[in-house]
Protein backbone atom coordinates (compact mmCIF):
# COMPACT_ATOMS: atom_id res chain seq x y z
CA UNK A 1 0.00 0.00 0.00
CA UNK A 2 1.29 3.40 -1.08
CA UNK A 3 -0.31 6.83 0.24
CA UNK A 4 2.09 9.22 -1.86
CA UNK A 5 0.70 10.62 -4.74
CA UNK A 6 2.90 9.64 -8.29
CA UNK A 7 4.95 12.66 -9.64
CA UNK A 8 1.77 13.66 -12.19
CA UNK A 9 -0.65 13.55 -9.19
CA UNK A 10 1.94 15.52 -7.11
CA UNK A 11 2.02 17.82 -9.89
CA UNK A 12 -1.39 18.60 -10.50
CA UNK A 13 -1.62 18.90 -6.98
CA UNK A 14 0.73 21.39 -7.16
CA UNK A 15 -0.75 23.05 -9.96
CA UNK A 16 -4.21 23.01 -8.53
CA UNK A 17 -3.08 24.73 -5.32
CA UNK A 18 -0.51 27.37 -6.73
CA UNK A 19 -3.51 28.40 -9.26
CA UNK A 20 -6.00 28.73 -6.34
CA UNK A 21 -3.72 30.19 -4.18
CA UNK A 22 -2.56 33.10 -5.82
CA UNK A 23 -5.64 34.06 -8.46
CA UNK A 24 -8.82 32.29 -7.06
CA UNK A 25 -8.71 32.29 -3.13
CA UNK A 26 -7.90 36.42 -3.66
CA UNK A 27 -11.37 37.13 -5.32
CA UNK A 28 -13.29 34.15 -3.86
CA UNK A 29 -15.41 36.21 -1.41
CA UNK A 30 -15.91 38.97 -3.90
CA UNK A 31 -17.02 36.56 -6.63
CA UNK A 32 -19.95 35.30 -4.04
CA UNK A 33 -21.15 38.59 -2.63
CA UNK A 34 -21.22 40.30 -6.54
CA UNK A 35 -22.73 36.56 -7.49
CA UNK A 36 -20.13 36.80 -10.73
CA UNK A 37 -19.30 33.59 -12.50
CA UNK A 38 -15.39 32.96 -12.42
CA UNK A 39 -15.07 33.50 -16.37
CA UNK A 40 -11.03 34.55 -16.25
CA UNK A 41 -10.55 31.68 -13.21
CA UNK A 42 -11.85 29.01 -15.93
CA UNK A 43 -10.10 30.37 -18.50
CA UNK A 44 -6.99 29.86 -16.08
CA UNK A 45 -8.13 26.12 -15.61
CA UNK A 46 -8.34 25.41 -19.04
CA UNK A 47 -4.73 26.99 -19.62
CA UNK A 48 -3.34 24.28 -16.80
CA UNK A 49 -5.41 21.27 -17.98
CA UNK A 50 -7.87 21.57 -15.38
CA UNK A 51 -10.96 21.29 -17.56
CA UNK A 52 -10.22 17.85 -18.79
CA UNK A 53 -7.76 16.44 -15.93
CA UNK A 54 -8.91 12.71 -17.11
CA UNK A 55 -9.17 13.71 -20.79
CA UNK A 56 -6.37 12.18 -23.22
CA UNK A 57 -3.88 14.60 -24.28
CA UNK A 58 -4.86 14.40 -27.88
CA UNK A 59 -7.89 15.85 -26.94
CA UNK A 60 -5.91 18.96 -25.24
CA UNK A 61 -6.36 17.00 -21.16
CA UNK A 62 -3.80 16.61 -18.81
CA UNK A 63 -4.62 12.40 -19.13
CA UNK A 64 -3.82 12.33 -15.10
CA UNK A 65 -6.09 10.35 -14.00
CA UNK A 66 -9.34 10.17 -11.24
CA UNK A 67 -6.44 10.74 -7.75
CA UNK A 68 -5.39 13.56 -9.89
CA UNK A 69 -8.24 15.18 -10.47
CA UNK A 70 -9.59 14.62 -7.07
CA UNK A 71 -6.58 16.10 -5.44
CA UNK A 72 -6.88 19.54 -7.89
CA UNK A 73 -10.87 19.62 -7.35
CA UNK A 74 -9.91 19.83 -3.57
CA UNK A 75 -7.39 22.35 -3.99
CA UNK A 76 -9.46 24.44 -5.92
CA UNK A 77 -12.59 23.73 -3.81
CA UNK A 78 -10.89 25.50 -0.58
CA UNK A 79 -10.46 28.42 -2.35
CA UNK A 80 -13.47 28.64 -3.99
CA UNK A 81 -16.73 26.60 -4.08
CA UNK A 82 -18.20 28.19 -7.05
CA UNK A 83 -15.24 27.54 -9.64
CA UNK A 84 -14.82 24.45 -8.11
CA UNK A 85 -18.40 22.94 -9.03
CA UNK A 86 -17.83 24.90 -12.75
CA UNK A 87 -14.58 22.55 -12.90
CA UNK A 88 -16.35 19.45 -11.63
CA UNK A 89 -19.27 19.68 -14.01
CA UNK A 90 -17.17 20.67 -16.65
CA UNK A 91 -14.76 17.65 -16.22
CA UNK A 92 -17.36 15.32 -16.14
CA UNK A 93 -18.95 16.09 -19.35
CA UNK A 94 -15.87 15.63 -20.83
CA UNK A 95 -15.04 12.09 -19.54
CA UNK A 96 -18.66 11.42 -20.97
CA UNK A 97 -17.52 12.53 -24.17
CA UNK A 98 -14.16 10.81 -24.14
CA UNK A 99 -15.90 7.93 -22.58
CA UNK A 100 -19.13 7.17 -24.93
CA UNK A 101 -18.59 9.60 -27.97
CA UNK A 102 -17.65 8.47 -31.35
CA UNK A 103 -14.31 9.74 -32.93
CA UNK A 104 -16.24 12.70 -34.91
CA UNK A 105 -17.99 13.98 -31.38
CA UNK A 106 -14.37 13.86 -29.71
CA UNK A 107 -13.07 15.36 -32.40
CA UNK A 108 -15.76 18.20 -32.24
CA UNK A 109 -16.00 18.52 -29.04
CA UNK A 110 -13.24 17.81 -25.97
CA UNK A 111 -10.41 19.75 -27.24
CA UNK A 112 -13.09 22.47 -27.15
CA UNK A 113 -14.13 22.13 -23.78
CA UNK A 114 -10.53 21.40 -22.43
CA UNK A 115 -9.12 25.21 -24.38
CA UNK A 116 -11.64 26.83 -22.55
CA UNK A 117 -13.28 27.30 -26.21
CA UNK A 118 -16.53 25.83 -24.93
CA UNK A 119 -15.89 27.96 -21.20
CA UNK A 120 -18.01 25.12 -19.33
CA UNK A 121 -20.04 21.69 -19.92
CA UNK A 122 -23.30 21.51 -18.56
CA UNK A 123 -24.72 18.31 -17.43
CA UNK A 124 -28.88 18.24 -17.90
CA UNK A 125 -30.09 15.24 -16.19
CA UNK A 126 -32.79 16.23 -13.68
CA UNK A 127 -36.34 18.33 -14.00
CA UNK A 128 -38.69 20.15 -12.44
CA UNK A 129 -40.32 17.05 -11.42
CA UNK A 130 -37.06 14.77 -11.33
CA UNK A 131 -34.25 14.80 -9.60
CA UNK A 132 -33.64 11.37 -7.76
CA UNK A 133 -35.24 9.41 -9.48
CA UNK A 134 -33.82 9.87 -13.33
CA UNK A 135 -35.73 6.72 -14.68
CA UNK A 136 -38.69 9.02 -14.66
CA UNK A 137 -37.52 12.08 -16.85
CA UNK A 138 -40.39 13.61 -19.25
CA UNK A 139 -38.10 15.46 -21.83
CA UNK A 140 -38.29 14.00 -25.13
CA UNK A 141 -36.40 13.09 -28.23
CA UNK A 142 -38.70 12.31 -31.37
CA UNK A 143 -36.77 10.68 -34.41
CA UNK A 144 -37.29 12.68 -37.81
CA UNK A 145 -35.59 12.83 -41.13
CA UNK A 146 -32.34 14.79 -40.26
CA UNK A 147 -31.84 14.08 -36.70
CA UNK A 148 -34.07 14.58 -33.77
CA UNK A 149 -35.91 17.34 -31.96
CA UNK A 150 -36.10 17.91 -28.46
CA UNK A 151 -38.80 18.87 -26.13
CA UNK A 152 -39.25 19.52 -22.35
CA UNK A 153 -37.47 21.12 -19.35
CA UNK A 154 -34.39 20.59 -17.48
CA UNK A 155 -33.63 22.15 -13.57
CA UNK A 156 -30.94 22.72 -11.65
CA UNK A 157 -28.56 22.83 -14.28
CA UNK A 158 -24.91 24.10 -13.43
CA UNK A 159 -23.01 26.23 -15.58
CA UNK A 160 -26.21 26.13 -18.16
CA UNK A 161 -25.76 29.81 -19.38
CA UNK A 162 -22.15 29.24 -19.89
CA UNK A 163 -21.63 26.02 -21.77
CA UNK A 164 -20.61 25.36 -25.07
CA UNK A 165 -22.19 22.23 -24.83
CA UNK A 166 -24.74 20.29 -22.57
CA UNK A 167 -25.60 16.41 -22.35
CA UNK A 168 -28.91 15.98 -22.33
CA UNK A 169 -31.36 13.22 -21.53
CA UNK A 170 -34.27 12.66 -23.23
CA UNK A 171 -37.05 9.89 -23.72
CA UNK A 172 -37.08 8.63 -27.02
CA UNK A 173 -38.72 5.34 -25.83
CA UNK A 174 -41.13 3.20 -23.76
CA UNK A 175 -41.18 4.29 -19.52
CA UNK A 176 -38.22 3.64 -17.86
CA UNK A 177 -34.65 3.72 -17.78
CA UNK A 178 -34.07 1.60 -21.26
CA UNK A 179 -36.21 4.26 -22.79
CA UNK A 180 -34.02 6.94 -22.13
CA UNK A 181 -31.05 8.53 -24.77
CA UNK A 182 -28.59 11.28 -24.32
CA UNK A 183 -27.55 14.03 -26.77
CA UNK A 184 -25.20 16.30 -26.76
CA UNK A 185 -26.62 20.31 -27.48
CA UNK A 186 -24.88 23.04 -28.26
CA UNK A 187 -25.49 26.38 -26.95
CA UNK A 188 -27.12 28.62 -29.02
CA UNK A 189 -29.48 25.57 -30.29
CA UNK A 190 -32.32 26.77 -32.18
CA UNK A 191 -35.58 26.02 -29.85
CA UNK A 192 -32.93 25.80 -26.41
CA UNK A 193 -34.06 28.22 -24.00
CA UNK A 194 -31.79 29.17 -21.07
CA UNK A 195 -33.75 30.47 -18.34
CA UNK A 196 -32.93 32.43 -15.47
CA UNK A 197 -29.69 31.71 -13.08
CA UNK A 198 -31.23 30.44 -9.89
CA UNK A 199 -31.05 32.71 -6.33
CA UNK A 200 -29.35 30.49 -3.97
CA UNK A 201 -27.80 30.13 -0.59
CA UNK A 202 -24.46 29.37 -1.45
CA UNK A 203 -21.97 28.87 -4.45
CA UNK A 204 -23.80 32.08 -5.54
CA UNK A 205 -20.49 32.29 -8.25
CA UNK A 206 -21.79 29.39 -9.94
CA UNK A 207 -24.31 29.24 -12.31
CA UNK A 208 -27.36 27.08 -12.21
CA UNK A 209 -30.24 27.47 -14.47
CA UNK A 210 -33.40 26.05 -15.73
CA UNK A 211 -33.61 25.21 -19.33
CA UNK A 212 -36.54 25.32 -22.06
CA UNK A 213 -36.53 22.85 -24.44
CA UNK A 214 -38.66 23.59 -27.75
CA UNK A 215 -38.45 22.02 -30.78
CA UNK A 216 -35.09 22.23 -30.04
CA UNK A 217 -33.65 20.35 -33.40
CA UNK A 218 -30.33 18.78 -33.32
CA UNK A 219 -28.52 16.77 -35.85
CA UNK A 220 -28.74 12.44 -36.01
CA UNK A 221 -24.87 13.17 -34.95
CA UNK A 222 -25.86 14.56 -31.38
CA UNK A 223 -26.97 11.24 -29.93
CA UNK A 224 -24.18 10.06 -27.51
CA UNK A 225 -23.80 6.41 -27.29
CA UNK A 226 -26.82 4.29 -28.63
CA UNK A 227 -30.07 4.76 -28.45
CA UNK A 228 -31.38 3.25 -25.39
CA UNK A 229 -28.50 3.60 -23.31
CA UNK A 230 -28.58 6.86 -21.88
CA UNK A 231 -29.56 6.03 -18.44
CA UNK A 232 -26.61 3.91 -17.66
CA UNK A 233 -24.46 6.74 -19.48
CA UNK A 234 -26.00 9.10 -16.34
CA UNK A 235 -25.32 6.39 -14.10
CA UNK A 236 -21.60 5.78 -15.23
CA UNK A 237 -20.86 9.35 -15.07
CA UNK A 238 -22.54 10.13 -11.46
CA UNK A 239 -20.50 7.43 -10.09
CA UNK A 240 -17.07 9.51 -10.92
CA UNK A 241 -18.85 12.73 -10.51
CA UNK A 242 -19.40 11.88 -7.11
CA UNK A 243 -15.47 11.33 -6.22
CA UNK A 244 -15.22 15.12 -7.28
CA UNK A 245 -18.13 16.12 -4.92
CA UNK A 246 -16.22 14.51 -2.31
CA UNK A 247 -13.36 15.93 -3.32
CA UNK A 248 -15.13 19.53 -3.09
CA UNK A 249 -16.71 18.76 0.18
CA UNK A 250 -13.21 18.26 1.71
CA UNK A 251 -11.79 21.07 0.34
CA UNK A 252 -14.32 23.49 1.73
CA UNK A 253 -14.63 21.76 4.83
CA UNK A 254 -10.71 22.04 4.78
CA UNK A 255 -10.97 25.92 4.38
CA UNK A 256 -13.26 25.98 7.30
CA UNK A 257 -11.19 24.36 9.26
CA UNK A 258 -8.09 26.46 8.75
CA UNK A 259 -10.10 29.49 9.47
CA UNK A 260 -11.09 28.18 12.79
CA UNK A 261 -7.50 27.23 13.48
CA UNK A 262 -6.80 30.70 13.42
CA UNK A 263 -9.38 31.90 15.11
CA UNK A 264 -8.60 29.68 17.86
CA UNK A 265 -5.14 30.66 18.12
CA UNK A 266 -6.27 34.40 17.98
CA UNK A 267 -9.27 34.91 19.96
CA UNK A 268 -9.01 35.16 23.46
CA UNK A 269 -11.45 35.13 26.23
CA UNK A 270 -11.04 34.11 30.47
CA UNK A 271 -7.29 35.47 29.72
CA UNK A 272 -6.13 32.93 27.14
CA UNK A 273 -6.79 31.92 23.49
CA UNK A 274 -9.64 30.01 22.91
CA UNK A 275 -7.96 26.65 21.26
CA UNK A 276 -6.28 26.43 24.94
CA UNK A 277 -10.02 24.65 25.91
CA UNK A 278 -10.88 21.20 25.69
CA UNK A 279 -14.27 22.57 24.14
CA UNK A 280 -12.65 23.97 20.85
CA UNK A 281 -9.89 21.07 20.69
CA UNK A 282 -12.11 18.80 20.54
CA UNK A 283 -14.02 20.62 17.86
CA UNK A 284 -10.88 20.69 15.80
CA UNK A 285 -9.50 17.59 16.73
CA UNK A 286 -12.81 15.82 15.40
CA UNK A 287 -13.35 17.81 12.39
CA UNK A 288 -9.77 16.97 11.24
CA UNK A 289 -9.94 13.38 11.67
CA UNK A 290 -13.65 13.04 10.23
CA UNK A 291 -11.93 15.15 6.54
CA UNK A 292 -9.33 12.70 7.00
CA UNK A 293 -11.35 9.55 7.05
CA UNK A 294 -13.42 10.90 4.32
CA UNK A 295 -10.07 11.73 2.42
CA UNK A 296 -9.32 8.57 2.18
CA UNK A 297 -12.40 6.66 1.14
CA UNK A 298 -12.49 9.59 -1.39
CA UNK A 299 -8.62 8.08 -2.67
CA UNK A 300 -9.71 4.61 -2.61
CA UNK A 301 -12.90 5.23 -4.95
CA UNK A 302 -10.76 6.99 -7.24
CA UNK A 303 -7.99 4.58 -7.24
CA UNK A 304 -10.32 1.94 -7.79
CA UNK A 305 -11.42 4.22 -10.97
CA UNK A 306 -8.14 4.51 -12.03
CA UNK A 307 -7.43 1.30 -11.87
CA UNK A 308 -10.72 -0.07 -14.05
CA UNK A 309 -12.46 -1.71 -11.05
CA UNK A 310 -15.93 -1.48 -10.28
CA UNK A 311 -16.08 1.67 -7.67
CA UNK A 312 -20.19 2.82 -7.44
CA UNK A 313 -20.55 1.82 -4.23
CA UNK A 314 -17.07 3.06 -3.17
CA UNK A 315 -17.74 6.76 -4.64
CA UNK A 316 -21.35 6.72 -3.14
CA UNK A 317 -19.29 6.35 0.60
CA UNK A 318 -16.79 8.83 -0.11
CA UNK A 319 -19.26 11.05 -1.21
CA UNK A 320 -21.91 10.31 1.54
CA UNK A 321 -18.91 10.74 3.99
CA UNK A 322 -17.63 13.43 2.62
CA UNK A 323 -20.80 15.71 2.18
CA UNK A 324 -22.04 15.09 5.48
CA UNK A 325 -18.47 15.33 7.19
CA UNK A 326 -17.56 18.39 5.50
CA UNK A 327 -21.05 19.80 6.98
CA UNK A 328 -20.99 18.98 10.66
CA UNK A 329 -17.16 20.87 9.71
CA UNK A 330 -18.57 23.48 8.36
CA UNK A 331 -21.42 23.81 11.38
CA UNK A 332 -18.70 23.35 14.25
CA UNK A 333 -16.04 25.79 12.72
CA UNK A 334 -18.80 28.82 12.61
CA UNK A 335 -19.68 27.75 16.39
CA UNK A 336 -15.85 28.41 17.25
CA UNK A 337 -16.42 31.67 15.27
CA UNK A 338 -18.90 32.95 17.87
CA UNK A 339 -20.91 35.60 16.46
CA UNK A 340 -18.22 36.65 14.28
CA UNK A 341 -18.62 33.61 12.26
CA UNK A 342 -22.41 34.74 11.48
CA UNK A 343 -20.81 37.89 9.58
CA UNK A 344 -19.64 37.97 5.80
CA UNK A 345 -16.43 39.84 7.45
CA UNK A 346 -15.38 35.83 7.75
CA UNK A 347 -15.06 33.54 5.05
CA UNK A 348 -16.59 30.69 7.42
CA UNK A 349 -20.13 32.24 6.49
CA UNK A 350 -19.23 31.57 3.17
CA UNK A 351 -18.30 28.13 3.31
CA UNK A 352 -20.84 26.90 5.51
CA UNK A 353 -23.47 28.22 2.88
CA UNK A 354 -21.57 26.50 0.06
CA UNK A 355 -21.19 23.10 1.81
CA UNK A 356 -24.75 22.78 1.99
CA UNK A 357 -25.56 21.49 -1.28
CA UNK A 358 -22.93 19.13 -0.75
CA UNK A 359 -24.97 16.14 0.72
CA UNK A 360 -28.12 17.71 -1.98
CA UNK A 361 -26.52 17.57 -5.52
CA UNK A 362 -24.73 14.75 -7.93
CA UNK A 363 -27.30 12.00 -5.53
CA UNK A 364 -28.49 13.07 -2.33
CA UNK A 365 -26.80 11.58 0.72
CA UNK A 366 -30.35 9.41 0.98
CA UNK A 367 -29.44 8.00 -2.70
CA UNK A 368 -26.04 7.39 -1.75
CA UNK A 369 -27.23 5.19 1.04
CA UNK A 370 -29.67 3.33 -1.34
CA UNK A 371 -27.27 2.67 -3.87
CA UNK A 372 -24.76 1.56 -1.12
CA UNK A 373 -27.36 -0.66 0.60
CA UNK A 374 -28.47 -1.97 -3.02
CA UNK A 375 -25.06 -3.15 -3.69
CA UNK A 376 -24.06 -5.12 -0.51
CA UNK A 377 -27.01 -7.15 -0.53
CA UNK A 378 -26.67 -7.64 -4.25
CA UNK A 379 -22.65 -8.27 -3.59
CA UNK A 380 -21.95 -8.82 0.40
N1 LIG B 1 -23.27 1.93 -13.47
C1 LIG B 1 -23.69 1.27 -14.57
N2 LIG B 1 -24.98 0.90 -14.74
C2 LIG B 1 -25.85 1.21 -13.77
C3 LIG B 1 -25.47 1.89 -12.61
C4 LIG B 1 -24.11 2.25 -12.48
N3 LIG B 1 -23.67 2.89 -11.40
N4 LIG B 1 -26.54 2.05 -11.81
C5 LIG B 1 -27.58 1.48 -12.45
N5 LIG B 1 -27.17 0.98 -13.64
C6 LIG B 1 -27.95 0.26 -14.63
C7 LIG B 1 -28.53 -0.98 -14.02
O1 LIG B 1 -27.63 -2.07 -14.12
C8 LIG B 1 -29.77 -1.20 -14.86
O2 LIG B 1 -29.39 -1.76 -16.12
P1 LIG B 1 -30.09 -3.11 -16.64
O3 LIG B 1 -31.56 -2.84 -16.65
O4 LIG B 1 -29.49 -3.30 -18.00
O5 LIG B 1 -29.70 -4.15 -15.65
C9 LIG B 1 -30.23 0.22 -15.16
O6 LIG B 1 -29.08 1.05 -15.00
C10 LIG B 1 -31.34 0.68 -14.24
O7 LIG B 1 -30.82 0.60 -12.90
P2 LIG B 1 -31.74 0.58 -11.61
O8 LIG B 1 -32.86 -0.39 -11.82
O9 LIG B 1 -30.88 0.39 -10.43
O10 LIG B 1 -32.34 2.06 -11.65
P3 LIG B 1 -33.26 2.83 -10.63
O11 LIG B 1 -34.22 3.61 -11.42
O12 LIG B 1 -33.78 1.89 -9.59
O13 LIG B 1 -32.29 3.93 -9.95
C11 LIG B 1 -30.66 5.00 -8.61
C12 LIG B 1 -31.15 3.75 -9.39
C13 LIG B 1 -31.53 5.42 -7.47
C14 LIG B 1 -29.30 4.57 -8.13
C15 LIG B 1 -30.53 6.19 -9.59
O14 LIG B 1 -31.78 6.63 -10.02
C16 LIG B 1 -29.78 7.39 -9.04
O15 LIG B 1 -28.55 7.37 -8.94
N6 LIG B 1 -30.49 8.45 -8.67
C17 LIG B 1 -29.88 9.71 -8.26
C18 LIG B 1 -29.66 10.54 -9.46
C19 LIG B 1 -28.84 11.74 -9.13
O16 LIG B 1 -27.72 11.63 -8.66
N7 LIG B 1 -29.40 12.91 -9.41
C20 LIG B 1 -28.71 14.11 -9.27
C21 LIG B 1 -28.77 14.75 -10.59
S1 LIG B 1 -27.29 15.25 -11.25
S2 LIG B 1 -26.84 16.81 -10.16
Not at 115 to 125: D, E, H, K, P, Q
Not at 141 to 162: E, S, Y
Not at 293 to 317: I, N, V
Amino acid sequence: MDFAPTETQALIAQTAREFATRRIAPIAGELDRQERFPLELVQGLAELGLLGVNVKSAWGGADAGAIAYALAMKEVAKACASTAVTMAVTNMVAEVIQRFGSDEQRERHLPAITSGRYVTGAFALSEPQVGSDPSALATTAKRVPDGWVLDGQKQWITNGAHAGVMVVWARTGAAGAKGISCFLVEQGSSGLIVGKAEDKLGLRASNTVPLTFEECRVPASALLGEEGMGFRIAMMALDGGRIGIAAQSIGIGSAALDEALTYARDRQAFGKSIGEFQAIQWMLADSRTELDAADLMMLRAAWLKDEGKPFTREAAMAKLMASEAANRVANRCMQIHGGYGYTREFAVERHLRDVRVTTIYEGTSEIQRLVIARDLLKTS
